[in-house]
C-alpha cells in the first residue's frame, strides 16, 4: 500500500496561485493512478483530478479545469496539483489519494492527512 503526505496549502488571495504536493512511499507508486479530492465546510469531499500511473492521461472536474494543472514525477514519488486562478470557492482541504483505478470517484485506496486551502476574496 502507498502512504501519502500532503504539502503546500496555504493563505492566498483570490486570482493567486499554489501548488500542492502529495509524496509518496511504498513500491506500487509508479503504477498508481493519483487523484485530488477536495472538502469544503458544508459540503460533499468532491473530485478535483486524477492522474495515470504513468502520468500519459489525466482528467478534471469542470469547476478547475482550465486552472489547475496535475502531474506527476515518478522519481522523485510526487504528485502535484498546480492551482491558478483561485477563487474563494476553492476554499477546502485538499487530499490526494491513490489506487489502481484511474477513477473519479472515491474508489482509491490510500489517502492523505489533507492540507487546507484558503483563498480570501
Known amino acids: 500500500q502507498v502512504q501519502l503526505v500532503e504539502s503546500g496549502g496555504g493563505l492566498v488571495q483570490a486570482g493567486g496561485s499554489l501548488r500542492l504536493s502529495c509524496a509518496a512511499s511504498?513500491?506500487?507508486?509508479?503504477?498508481?493512478?493519483v487523484a485530488w479530492f477536495r472538502h469544503a465546510p458544508l459540503k460533499e469531499r468532491e473530485f478535483v483530478a486524477t492522474?495515470?500511473?504513468?502520468?500519459?492521461?489525466?482528467y478534471y472536474a469542470d469547476s478547475v479545469k482550465g486552472r489547475f494543472t496535475i502531474s506527476r514525477d515518478n522519481a522523485k514519488n510526487t504528485v502535484f496539483l498546480q492551482m491558478n486562478s483561485l477563487k474563494p470557492e476553492d476554499t477546502a482541504v485538499y487530499y490526494c489519494?491513490?489506487?489502481?483505478?484511474?477513477?473519479?470517484?472515491?474508489?482509491?485506496?490510500?489517502w492523505g492527512q489533507g492540507t487546507q486551502v484558503t483563498v480570501s476574496s
Open positions: 511504498g513500491r506500487a507508486f509508479s503504477s498508481s493512478a
Open positions: 492522474i495515470s500511473g504513468s502520468g500519459d492521461n489525466s
Open positions: 489519494a491513490a489506487g489502481v483505478r484511474f477513477v473519479v470517484s472515491e474508489d482509491y485506496d490510500s
